[in-house]
């Protein structure tokens, strides 16, 4: 049964930064596509940032530059370092096998202006 929990989410200032990481089980990880999205109040959830199995990374134009996303396969954990971070950056922030349609629960990221 494949589960992803994420953490790390919070409240924080305009400019500051926030790692979320993803813990994931009951798959073989190291072979998977990892993402990130986000959904804010009223809008639709869309992509942040995805990394292969061979870590090519994928980012929506609006994170370049700022987040960066990573995995460690000895952990099972993928992992959103966000930085400058602005207050549109706001919501709820999940975890996601893309080519399966498994998603995490999803940890708030709000960004104070």
């Known amino acids: 049964q494949v589960q992803l929990v994420e953490s790390g989410g919070g409240l924080v200032q305009a400019g500051g930064s926030l790692r979320l990481s993803c813990a994931a089980s009951?798959?073989?990880?190291?072979?998977?596509?990892m993402g990130w999205y986000r959904q804010a109040p009223g809008k639709q959830r869309e992509l942040v940032a995805v990394?292969?199995?061979?870590?090519?990374?994928n980012y929506a134009d609006s994170v370049k530059g700022r987040f960066t996303i990573s995995r460690d396969n000895a952990k099972n954990t993928v992992y959103l370092q966000m930085n400058s971070l602005k207050p549109e950056d706001t919501g709820v922030y999940y975890c996601?096998?893309?080519?399966?349609?498994?998603w995490g629960q999803g940890t708030q990221v709000t960004v104070s202006s």
């Open positions: 996601c096998l893309p080519q399966s349609n498994y």
């Open positions: 009951g798959m073989i990880f190291s072979i998977k596509t």
């Open positions: 990394i292969t199995s061979a870590y090519t990374t």
